[in-house]
């Protein structure tokens, strides 16, 4: 939502795979389906920014679907 969702669409259109994380899945999925419906690449994973443990293996989850992330 916000700046993240339009952070996302635009590093999108400017050809990078996106990954958005966010504890509301349903609101990234949305930005998902028009970042895709525009030709673009992206991801949805969930994380709680309060848990470690989430933060930590949404981590791990994004590594592995972009191979190396750079922002």
Not at 4 to 11: K, S
Not at 28 to 33: I, N
Request: glycine residues 16%.
């Amino acid at each position: 939502m916000g700046i993240g969702a339009a952070t996302a669409r635009r590093l999108a259109q400017d050809g990078a795979t996106v990954i958005i994380a966010d504890v509301d899945d349903q609101a990234g999925e949305v930005v998902r389906r028009e970042i895709i419906d525009g030709g673009g690449v992206a991801h949805v994973l969930p994380v709680d920014l309060l848990d470690s443990d989430s933060i930590r293996e949404m981590g791990e989850k994004a590594a592995g679907l972009a191979g190396r992330l750079h922002g």
